[in-house]
């Protein structure tokens, strides 16, 4: 995975997480969807900020993490 790939990534589930919590405060989602927003979309920010630190500006690769 390339670093502006994970970056995006990243980006998005941040944006999204965001705008969630923007219709909510805002009274247009109910508290349940944003919490279930927020416990869908952190992994995924996770991940991809895990990616983005890990991978290198040269050619595409995917970081061992583990099993």
Do not use: C, Q
Request: glycine content about 8%; charged content about 15%; proline content about 4%.
């Amino acid at each position: 995975m390339k670093k502006k790939h994970a970056a995006r990534i990243a980006l998005t589930g941040v944006s999204i997480s965001a705008g969630v919590g923007i219709l909510h405060i805002s009274g247009f989602v109910p508290l349940w969807i944003y919490a279930a927003v927020l416990a869908l979309m952190f992994p995924v920010v996770v991940l991809a900020l895990f990616f983005w630190w890990m991978a290198k500006e040269g050619r595409e690769d995917i970081p061992f993490i583990g099993y």
